[in-house]
């Protein structure tokens, strides 16, 4: 049984940073591709970034490249994302995903698709004031 467990959210003042993690379980790891999306209130749902563990590539949304770093830890079964750098605009609950790892040539097409990942975690809330 897949489960994503999130954690690591709070509220930070802008400029800030913030690390979440997505604890991983009931699943090989090395298969999978796992992400981050976000949804603040009122506002669509949006890819941030996914990592294909095996291969360690790593995608982006333009709106957080250069500010946030997704990395995975094989030993703890755990992915991170590094934000730093944050702007109230960041605010949102943050959701882990995964789904099996596709090529590369097609993950870097599919990552953005919300409706790719299967498997959801729970949220957790990033706030940022300014």
């Known amino acids: 049984d897949v489960q994503l467990q999130a954690s690591g959210g709070g509220l930070v003042q802008a400029g800030g940073t913030l690390r979440l993690s997505c604890a991983a379980s009931g699943f090989t790891f090395d298969d999978y591709a796992i992400g981050w999306f976000r949804q603040a209130p009122g506002k669509e749902r949006e890819a941030v970034s996914c990592?294909?563990?095996?291969?360690?590539?790593?995608y982006y949304a333009d709106s957080v490249k250069g500010r946030f770093s997704i990395s995975s830890d094989k030993a703890k079964n755990t992915v991170y994302l590094q934000m730093n750098t944050l702007k109230p605009e960041d605010t949102a609950v943050y959701y882990c995903?995964?789904?099996?790892?596709?090529?590369?040539?097609?993950?870097?097409?599919?990552?953005?698709?919300?409706?790719?990942?299967?498997?959801w975690g729970q949220g957790t809330q990033v706030t940022v004031s300014s």
């Open positions: 990592i294909s563990i095996r291969e360690g590539g790593t």
């Open positions: 995903v995964a789904r099996i790892r596709p090529p590369p040539s097609l993950l870097s097409k599919v990552w953005t698709s919300h409706e790719r990942y299967p498997n």
